[in-house]
């Protein structure tokens, strides 16, 4: 397999759309989400999602499906990784953070590896594309040295699956076999 260049930089086809809190004297509204914003593939399912300090979900890719989210309350460390091989960005990785105090929807397309980091409690609304399917769902560890982002967790919570996902360069070839079976 052909190991990608690995650089730190935003993967090509991820966006940050500053979300504007509107506050008068009953409270505040913000609008969360457009369709003119064009964020790829309509969401089919929205999820609410209460984390636990110290958790760490995933490092998980999408053949399929794209990603729409918002940290709502507390604070999560996004990592990616952009694991296209056609991709202008292939192999560049990033780890940004994002605050319930500072709205912002990311956008995330299929084939840019993606986990969440919550060091303190948070609450995450995310959108998918398309249904869940297993197909859809390729894992690696969170922590494994090829991948190599540099979360500041030594031992986070981990769900049973992410605990036992398999390597980064094991997650890769899986995603390029779904991808050439899609076609």
């Not at 060091?119 to 040295?145: F, K, M, N, Q």
């Not at 036992?164 to 997650?171: V, W």
Request: glycine share 8%; net charge negative.
């Amino acid at each position: 397999m052909r190991q990608p260049q690995f650089s730190w930089g935003k993967p090509d086809g991820v966006t940050f759309t500053p979300l504007t809190t509107h506050p008068d004297s009953r409270g505040d509204l913000t609008e969360l989400f457009r369709l003119e914003w064009q964020l790829g593939q309509p969401p089919v399912q929205w999820n609410l999602v209460h984390s636990r300090p110290d958790v760490l979900r995933g490092v998980h890719v999408h053949p399929i499906h794209e990603d729409y989210l918002i940290v709502i309350q507390g604070r999560m460390l996004l990592g990616l990784c952009d694991i296209r091989q056609d991709s202008p960005t292939w192999g560049a990785r990033w780890l940004i953070e994002l605050t319930g105090q500072q709205l912002q929807g990311v956008f995330i397309p299929h084939g840019v590896a993606h986990g969440f980091y919550f060091p303190e409690p948070a609450t995450l609304l995310y959108s998918v594309s398309h249904y869940w399917d297993i197909r859809d769902e390729l894992g690696c560890r969170w922590d494994d040295p090829v991948l190599n982002l540099p979360w500041p967790a030594q031992n986070p919570s981990l769900s049973a699956r992410d605990a036992t996902a398999s390597s980064f360069e094991q997650m890769c070839l899986d995603y390029t076999a779904a991808c050439h079976a899609a076609v």
